[in-house]
């Protein structure tokens, strides 16, 4: 099983960016996807972006498409969320997974993902 810690929330104002990291360690066979989850409070966890293992497919949710990127380095040791024009909508805990499921159109649910970090948290004020 792989371990996630997250790093890189904070406070930002509306319009401005944040990068969130997601630290990948431990054995990676059984997975081929990490996404990245928010969570605000009273709200369910829903899916923002997953990459896969090929690095080279990525489903985002429509709430972020052209603000958000993820990326990867190349010894797929962190994947990197790069978050820009944030709104205050974006508002939440932020947390990275990682699991193994078959690449479709969505981020997919949070129960199709077996490891979970801790969250960071990322508030965006007027």
């Known amino acids: 099983q792989v371990q996630l810690v997250e790093s890189g929330g904070g406070s930002v104002q509306a319009g401005g960016s944040l990068t969130l990291s997601c630290a990948i360690s431990?054995?990676?066979?059984?997975?081929?996807?990490v996404a990245w989850f928010r969570q605000a409070p009273g709200k369910e966890r829903e899916g923002v972006v997953a990459?896969?293992?090929?690095?080279?497919?990525?489903r985002y949710a429509d709430a972020v498409k052209g603000r958000f990127t993820v990326s990867e380095d190349d010894a797929g040791n962190t994947v990197y969320l790069q978050m820009h024009s944030l709104k205050l909508e974006d508002t939440a805990m932020y947390y990275c997974?990682?699991?193994?499921?078959?690449?479709?159109?969505?981020?997919?649910?949070?129960?199709?993902?077996?490891?979970w970090g801790q969250g960071t948290q990322v508030t965006v004020s007027s």
């Open positions: 990459i896969y293992s090929t690095g080279d497919i990525t």
């Open positions: 431990g054995d990676r066979v059984m997975t081929n996807v």
């Open positions: 997974a990682a699991g193994r499921r078959h690449a479709s159109t969505s981020v997919g649910s949070p129960y199709d993902y077996n490891s």
